[in-house]
């Protein structure tokens, strides 16, 4: 199988090398958590070298962008001007511009599959960076071996009229205070937990949760209640619930995690603003137990040697003359979105489905 030039994009290839583009879009989003004292919040400038050689951060293209981000193009321009506007560093606006530019299709003899890659900004504000982030770490979790049952467990903070940064502050005390009790040590063995913030129904306040999923032995819904109380001084409605398929109890949780920002948040400017100023450098995806260990381990590709296909406009004008790799490239990672231009509508969560069959 012949590939597609890449002269086009030769230069955007070694830009995005510096942006780590060697990984698919699953391997980008497989990032480990940063070590301690490291910002989790995408702000540490990640390619010094680059700058100081005066490098600029490609820009991707309509159909890039499109592909990327068209399933929240507006709610992204709110969190851009809020980035701005809450002072986030110039690098870090600069990777969520960035993100989705320099994609290229690659193939893989081995297990006959096409992938898409891309550089990627992972911030936490970024909706598919976010999404694909979770379901990465999800599917690490779900491989690992199970100590007992899995249980769904919700634990809710009582009101105070607070700001957001106060109350994050709190939960994450608070849920740090209830994994030192003795119901808690006894009861769970590994968990992943994530937080859920959204605006009160007259946006003026905030609702924060945390969804936990945990592997272990019964937890009783009234114990964990007394517990939480005990740990927070005021609050005490907690949910615990079996899951017959952990499967299903680890992507729930994930799926809080992928969300990233609720859309409460994204439609309102101050609120953003506020968000990304208290979300700075905190962690919201927590392991615990074996699962921490597990998480942290990134998995390799299934597949090996893969070769070049080309980058997107290469693709899309190998399709319209009907050559069968591009054809096949298109079906398979479902770039059809791109097929008619600058207004056709692109699939919902094209970019994430990168590792397609072959065809
Ligand atoms: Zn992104």
């Keep these: 199988m012949a590939a597609i030039t890449r002269q086009s994009k030769a230069g955007v290839r070694e830009l995005c090398t510096s942006l780590d583009p060697q990984e698919t879009i699953r391997r980008r989003c497989d990032e480990r958590d940063p070590p301690a004292g490291q910002d989790h919040d995408g702000q540490t400038e990640l390619f010094p070298d680059l700058r100081q050689s005066g490098y600029v951060l490609p820009v991707p293209t309509n159909g890039e962008t499109r592909l990327r981000h068209s399933g929240w ?3 992204r321009s709110r969190v851009r001007a809020a980035l701005v506007a809450a002072n986030a560093p110039a690098a870090r606006v600069e990777r969520f511009d960035a ?12 297990g006959g599959v096409y992938r898409l890659k891309a550089c990627y ?11 694909a982030k ?75 949760h945390l969804h936990a999923v945990v592997d ?76 921490r260990a597990v998480a942290a381990v990134k998995v390799p590709s299934r597949y ?34 791109l097929l008619d231009g600058e207004g056709a509508e692109s699939r919902p969560g094209g970019l994430d489905s990168v590792e397609g069959p072959g065809v």
């Excluded at 993100?99 to 081995?110: I, R």
């Excluded at 900004?121 to 999404?131: K, L, Q």
């Excluded at 001084?233 to 079996?242: F, W």
């Excluded at 994930?254 to 208290?278: F, M, N, P, W």
Aim: proline content about 2%.
């Design 73 to 75: 193009a507006a709610a």
């Design 99 to 110: 993100c989705g530019a320099g994609a290229w299709v690659e193939y893989s003899d081995v």
């Design 216 to 291: 272990g032995s019964y937890l009783s819904q009234a114990g964990l209640s007394a517990a939480w109380h005990e740990a927070t001084g005021d609050s005490y409605i907690v949910d615990v619930r079996a899951v017959d398929d952990p499967r299903r109890g680890i992507e729930y949780v994930a799926k809080y995690a992928g969300k990233g920002v609720d859309a409460s948040v994204l439609r309102d400017h101050d609120a953003l603003i506020e968000a990304i100023t208290a979300l700075r450098g905190r962690r919201l995806l927590l392991f615990t137990g074996v699962w």
């Design 134 to 208: 979770a379901a990465k770490l999800a599917r690490r979790v779900v491989s690992a071996p199970l100590a007992g049952e899995v249980r769904l467990v919700t634990l809710t903070l009582a009101d105070d009229g607070q700001p957001l940064h106060e109350r994050l502050n709190r939960l994450q005390a608070s849920y740090a205070a209830l994994r030192r009790t003795r119901l808690w040590k006894r009861a769970v063995k590994s968990a992943m937990s994530t937080y859920e913030i959204t605006r009160g129904r007259t946006g003026d306040h905030w609702h924060v």
């Design 304 to 337: 090996a040697d893969w070769r070049d296909v080309g980058n997107l406009v290469q693709v899309v004008r190998a399709y319209h003359r009907n050559e069968p790799v591009a054809v096949a490239a298109v079906l398979s990672l479902r770039l059809w979105g």
């Design 121 to 131: 900004c992972h911030d936490r504000f970024c909706v598919p960076c976010c999404a």
